[in-house]
């Protein structure tokens, strides 16, 4: 093979190749980022029923939630009457939350927000659908299958190197509208720890929503925790000044 036969070789290789293993990895960054933001909105507003099954007890925990951009959250619990007032705040990569029985605010450090939110299989770092997923793993498209008519794709998230996660693998999936289907979560042995699912598919606040979320344990049939939305808004005007610490001493309603 001539000098230039082996350039022009070399040339086609990188025309069809190259460029789309680079485009697949941007597609599928492109594809979480929308479906978080979707997920989010530029603000949202919801109140939801956070139900917490075991084999011989249920307990229903009422919320109401405020969220902005990618990294601020607050919300609070509005009942049952003896948790009413609890409320928790997270901005970017910090968390508070505040007990109005001692009214005392305690800002939980970064090795506890792996942790339990009120006794749920929805750790702290769950419940405030935080922007790690987006900036803290690489994502790659591994597969596709179909979902009501629409393409799903499927995604394996792999933590970057030194992020600070607790993850060592989450697997997606992803409707091609934006609707976040699953999101399995792995130890660092890749071993499947949980999975959260979407159900009811319906419109809420104005676009397709799910408006059922259900977080349960690989190992265990019979525990898990439902989250249902009873109403949903986005892109209203939040001030900033509703994402203090301040503020999770004025419960709202």
């Not at 990895?25 to 980022?33: C, D, G, I, R, T």
Request: glycine share 4%; proline share 5%.
């Amino acid at each position: 093979m001539t000098k230039k036969s082996i350039l022009a070789l070399w040339f086609a290789l990188f025309l069809f190749v190259g460029p789309g293993r680079n485009a697949r990895a941007q597609s599928a960054q492109a594809l979480v980022e929308d479906s978080f933001n979707y997920v989010r909105g530029k603000t949202s507003i919801c109140t939801l029923d956070m139900t917490i099954h075991r084999p011989d007890w249920e307990r229903i925990i009422t919320i109401k939630a405020w969220t902005k951009g990618q990294n601020d959250s607050i919300f609070f619990v509005i009942a049952p009457p003896k948790d009413h007032g609890n409320g928790t705040l997270k901005k970017k990569r910090e968390m508070w939350m505040y007990n109005p029985k001692v009214n005392r605010v305690i800002k939980i450090p970064p090795s506890m927000m792996s942790q339990a939110w009120m006794g749920s299989d929805f750790s702290n770092d769950d419940l405030s659908k935080t922007e790690s997923l987006i900036n803290d793993y690489s994502h790659t498209i591994i597969g596709t299958e179909t979902h009501e008519g629409k393409r799903v794709y499927l995604i394996k998230s792999i933590p970057k190197p030194e992020a600070p996660v607790v993850w060592g693998m989450q697997k997606l999936k992803i409707r091609e509208d934006h609707i976040f289907l699953k999101q399995e979560f792995y130890d660092e042995d890749l071993e499947l720890v949980k999975a959260l699912t979407a159900h009811q598919i319906r419109m809420l606040g104005g676009r397709l929503f799910p408006a059922v979320w259900k977080m349960q344990k690989a190992d265990v049939k019979d525990e898990y925790t439902v989250l249902e939305y009873k109403e949903l808004t986005f892109d209203q005007d939040l001030p900033d000044r509703l994402f203090t610490v301040s503020s999770l001493k004025t419960p709202r309603r």
